[in-house]
């Protein structure tokens, strides 16, 4: 799912933890999710969580200027259904003094234009009902030149002991 409600179920070996959490700074707000896995990748994972990642990455070089919303998120769609999988929510949002907040990066929204210094996040993720999900997260600002990170971690495969 992708929100998670809490329950009183313990983390086991082999889970997978999908982690999406911010905080306030002069009343503004970030959002950033990462992905974790308990003990080891399970090798059927690794390349959902690879074609996510991958997406996350071509998402930030197209995030500019004038780049076009649902133009965008069809390219993550269109990569996402050539692997047999779904994008099932949008991929990403307005950040501001709420953390979702308007524009909405969705094919269904339009024709929306960025613009130089709207905040925004890149979050493309795909979500295995009743297995597992995958999101990767960070908050970024549109500049002239592109979009530049707000926020930022480690990716790749990070486990934790378990």
């Not at 929100?3 to 999406?20: L, Q």
């Not at 259904?81 to 339009?110: C, I, M, Y």
């Amino acid at each position: 799912m992708p929100h998670a409600v809490p329950t009183d179920r313990k983390i086991a070996s082999g889970d997978v933890i999908t982690i999406d959490f911010g905080c306030k700074y002069k009343g503004y707000c970030s959002d950033m999710t990462r992905t974790i896995f308990v003990d080891f990748v399970q090798d059927y994972i690794k390349p959902v969580y690879d074609l996510v990642l991958k997406n996350q990455e071509l998402t930030l070089k197209e995030l500019y200027d004038g780049a076009n919303v649902r133009i965008l998120t069809k390219m993550v769609e269109n990569d996402f259904k050539v692997n047999r999988f779904d994008l099932v929510h949008a991929l990403g949002h307005g950040v501001g003094l709420d953390v979702h907040e308007e524009p909405l990066l969705s094919s269904r929204v339009g024709d929306i234009l960025l613009k130089e210094n709207m905040v925004l996040t890149d979050e493309p993720g795909i979500y295995i009902p009743g297995k597992f999900g995958v999101r990767i997260e960070d908050t970024v600002v549109i500049t002239k030149q592109g979009a530049k990170r707000l926020t930022n971690s480690e990716k790749g495969y990070v486990i934790i002991k378990g």
